[in-house]
């Protein structure tokens, strides 16, 4: 009995909700009233907590009148339970979400959770939102850190607890020179050119003199770092260990922060996922999202590229759910002023528009998610960058059902699973701003460092605003927290594809030449398949 109570407090609490003796002791009449085994105990008063939650006039203590009224209603039938019975619509599970969209959640150091920003964002922002922005970013990651196995530490005195380093402020430097430390902070640049780690009480300047060598990574300025090292005299760190902060699991942040909305679509529990998960692994076992990238529409093999797509689709009776298209849609940019190259650019899209709509079963199934690259004509240049320009994709709005203009990046929310889609060239971004690399790395290996950086740092661009300016009350939605179940990098750096932490990385690859490039995403496996299609074969796609 002492147990299921536990429980019972334990997922109240989770959403906030406090419960009284009467509401207590209500749930736990119910439980013995219709018999719940143990093991079902968490997954029904889960669902009665976010039943609860969806009251108008919930309170954060529990309403014993409230509660009543979610059970009765239950028993009269309106309730949830008869969802399993129906067939898995896709459509209704489908959204493709805008970077402005995403409701902008805060980090409150004083309650240790997320809070949601009042009023409207703007794309102007403030000083305010400038500093909010970064300590979001470090703040979201630390709590991450001090929730590790490895650096909290255990409650029993023991010879393993009097050695282990505990994570120290710059503050805490002061007079202890001769000391070791574990920092947590960016990596940032003096006004002398200096590499310093910055954390929110100050800075101080890193030596590398005695460093072997990093930890796996890419460390770029304005990543996040754990410095392990020596404070010497001359006010310095003596850097003896450097690496990027570990990486939570998407099931561990879930577990804890679940009930939070970051997608601004509704929030589901991890009971909701796994029974979901369940039944896409069943029901939707063929079903496809296509990823291309670089679709250069000013080439005329890109658009016999995308017949010969089409035709397989149609012969093999294949028809995917989504079909995203990343840029750059042009092979060179358009030059400023430029009249006629932007009525081509426009005639470019039309060309795409009357290709699609030449296939009818492929224009009313298939959803086409078109996101733009560094090339495209779009209103604004910083991170996240708004949709196409309307003036150049009319026909594709009138001609096309489902076509969505989505930013860059862009999330597509399918059932439990969460796709990030981020077009960039992202590798050469990183290599360029190196302030930090493992000597004599292979190619394999800076593909892995990639996908482990950006996963590790929880951003999609982990460097610094004044390399690449950020619209700051949107940085949110280059946030990769809760880690996505998948992310596509679409670059055009060399095809790739890993999993990292329960989170599925690829790299499509371009569209472009003879031999397109593609990548096919299986929801029900949570894996890419690479996918080639060549012009000189009459064989379809391998």
């Not at 699609?356 to 560094?374: D, Q, W």
């Amino acid at each position: 009995m002492a147990d299921r109570r536990q429980v019972i407090i334990k997922v109240f609490r989770k959403y906030g909700h406090s419960l009284g003796p009467e509401s207590l002791e209500f749930l736990e009449d119910l439980l013995d009233r219709h018999e719940i085994a143990d093991e079902d105990v968490e997954f029904s008063i889960e669902w009665m907590a976010k039943e609860y939650n969806k009251q108008d006039d919930a309170q954060m203590k529990v309403s014993l009148d409230v509660l009543q009224r979610v059970y009765e209603a239950f028993q009269n039938g309106d309730g949830e339970g008869a969802q399993e019975h129906t067939i898995l619509d896709p459509d209704t599970h489908l959204f493709i979400i805008d970077a402005f969209e995403m409701p902008l959640w805060n980090w409150s150091a004083e309650r240790s959770t997320f809070e949601r920003a009042p009023g409207p964002l703007t794309s102007s922002g403030t000083a305010e939102s400038r500093v909010m922005a970064m300590r979001n970013r470090l703040n979201v990651i630390k709590q991450c850190v001090l929730r590790n196995d490895h650096f909290s530490p255990s409650t029993l005195p023991s010879k393993d607890r009097e050695n282990l380093l505990t994570l120290r402020s710059t503050k805490q430097l002061l007079g202890r020179a001769g000391e070791r430390f574990l920092l947590f902070g960016m990596l940032t640049l003096s006004k002398e050119g200096k590499l310093c780690l910055e954390d929110q009480d100050g800075s101080v300047e890193l030596d590398f003199s005695q460093l072997d060598q990093p930890s796996e990574g890419l460390f770029t300025e304005g990543c996040l770092a754990l410095v392990e090292g020596d404070y010497t005299e001359d006010a310095t760190l003596l850097v003896i260990a450097i690496g990027h902060p570990p990486c939570e699991s998407r099931e561990a942040a879930r577990s804890i922060f679940g009930h939070v909305d970051f997608l601004g679509k509704g929030a589901t529990t991890l009971l909701e996922d796994k029974q979901y998960t369940t039944r896409v692994q069943v029901e939707l076992a063929d079903l496809r999202f296509f990823v291309l990238s670089d679709v250069w529409l000013d080439r005329p093999e890109t658009l016999l590229g995308l017949r010969k797509l089409f035709d397989n689709c149609m012969e093999n009776s294949f028809i995917p759910k989504v079909i995203v298209l990343c840029g750059n849609f042009t092979s060179v940019g358009i030059p400023q002023g430029n009249g006629r190259e932007v009525r081509r650019y426009q005639e470019h899209f039309d060309s795409l528009a009357d290709i699609i709509a030449s296939y009818p079963l492929i224009t009313r199934s298939t959803h086409f998610v078109m996101v733009p690259g560094p090339l495209d004509v779009t209103l604004n240049t910083v991170l996240p960058r708004r949709p196409l320009l309307s003036s150049f994709v009319s026909r594709l709005k009138s001609r096309i059902p489902n076509m969505h203009f989505a930013t860059n990046p862009c999330r597509i929310k399918f059932f439990e699973q969460e796709i990030v889609i981020f077009r960039e060239d992202l590798m050469s971004r990183m290599l360029r701003n190196l302030v930090g690399v493992k000597p004599d790395v292979k190619n394999d290996d800076l593909k892995r460092y990639l996908v482990q950086t950006i996963l590790d740092q929880s951003h999609l661009m982990p460097i610094t605003v004044s390399i690449q300016p950020t619209l700051s009350e949107y940085d949110h939605a280059l946030r990769l927290y809760p880690l996505p179940t998948a992310v596509v990098l679409a670059d055009r750096y060399d095809r790739y594809q890993m999993t990292y932490e329960g989170c599925h990385v690829f790299n499509p690859g371009r569209f472009v030449g003879n031999t397109f490039t593609f990548s096919a995403y299986a929801p029900a496996r949570r894996e890419s398949e690479e996918c080639v299609l060549d012009l000189d074969s009459d064989d379809g796609w391998s």
